[in-house]
């Protein structure tokens, strides 16, 4: 019989879960709508009736489920798998460890969503098995996670890693979710390069591909790509900070791989060239020399795979 990890993604709409084996290879994978009614009461149940029901029909039992590791969207604290806070499922200090463990009878591993897609992409991603990892995902928000000597950095507080909150504008920066200014999330998430190039378009009458449409990050990219100069200079002021941002947090931990996902990556090549070429320039010599820049591969399986390397650890398998 083989036996097989769980690996779950749990997202503000949507949960993702996997039946992976010991190899990190995907048996089984699927999702279910997050629950968040009534401050989240009923998630972890859900999760629990939804891996029960999907085991029977595969024609599975129990026995061959050895663990399950699980991230969610906001700190953890790392000795009890408590949550500090999911503001999007409206937990506050939810002990998630605790209750999944209650209702599946598993042991239970639980890490933040950005630090299991970290751990997804050094497993079987980008990252190629790399023990010094820095992850950074460019979505609707700017996600980070840091791997150091192949343990995720978690922090006294759950919020090792943030290279999303780094304040790259001292004085008078956008406004972050966070309640800072200036972060990096303001500039290199969607939102941020959505907010710059309207700033751009609105500062002179010069002709761009992106006046008239709708401005979106993938129409900045693609404008870019044709050569469009407004567009372009977007991309060099979203990627200047990033690569910024990526030499500060790499210059601390001396880097192998630096992995870079979420939507906003799927600019590709392009993204990957400006980052670099900044980043060159802004790292410590033997930082910059000892560092790859990559694109994540492994898509929205980065947080099934990872949360299965979790629960592979927790096990000592
Ligand atoms: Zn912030």
């Known amino acids: 019989m083989e036996q097989w990890l769980v690996g779950i993604d749990l997202g503000g709409t949507t949960t993702k879960m996997a039946f992976i084996t010991e190899d990190g290879i995907i048996v089984h994978k699927w999702e279910i709508p997050t629950d968040t009614s009534n401050r ?58 605790r209750q999944l463990e209650e209702e599946t009878g598993l042991p239970v591993a639980v890490d933040n969503d950005a630090n299991i897609a970290a751990l997804g992409e050094m497993w079987k991603g980008a990252g190629g098995g790399a023990r010094h990892l820095l992850f950074v995902t460019l979505g609707t928000g700017v996600g980070g996670g840091v791997i150091a000597n192949g343990a995720i950095v978690r922090g006294t507080n759950g919020a090792g890693g943030e290279i ?105 090549a392009l993204l990957v060239e400006h980052v670099a070429a900044h980043f060159r320039r802004y790292a410590f010599p033997r930082v910059a020399a000892g560092a790859e820049i990559v694109l994540a591969t492994l898509g929205n399986d980065a947080g099934v795979i990872g949360g299965a390397w979790l629960a592979k650890s927790l096990i000592g398998a």
Request: net charge negative; with cysteine; aromatic share 4%.
């Open 40 to 97: 989240g009461e009923r998630i972890v149940a859900h999760i629990a009736r939804s891996l029960d029901e999907t085991l029977a029909r595969l024609g599975g039992t129990k026995e061959q489920l050895l663990a399950i590791g699980i991230g969610a969207p906001g700190p953890v604290q790392e000795e009890t798998g408590m949550l500090y806070e999911a503001v999007n499922l409206g937990w506050k200090h939810y002990p998630l460890k």
């Open 164 to 268: 999303g909150h780094m304040t790259m504008v001292a004085d008078g920066g956008a406004p972050c979710n966070c309640g800072k200014t200036g972060c990096l999330e303001t500039i290199a998430s969607a939102t941020g390069i959505v907010r710059i190039a309207g700033e751009k378009l609105a500062a002179s009458e010069r002709p761009s591909a992106l006046r008239g449409g709708d401005v979106t990050a993938k129409a900045v990219f693609d404008a870019a790509k044709t050569g469009d100069a407004l567009a372009l200079e977007v991309v060099e002021e979203v990627t200047r900070y990033l690569g910024l941002a990526l030499a500060n947090a790499a210059n601390v931990t001396n880097p192998e791989k630096i992995v870079i996902g979420g939507g906003v990556s799927k600019a590709g």
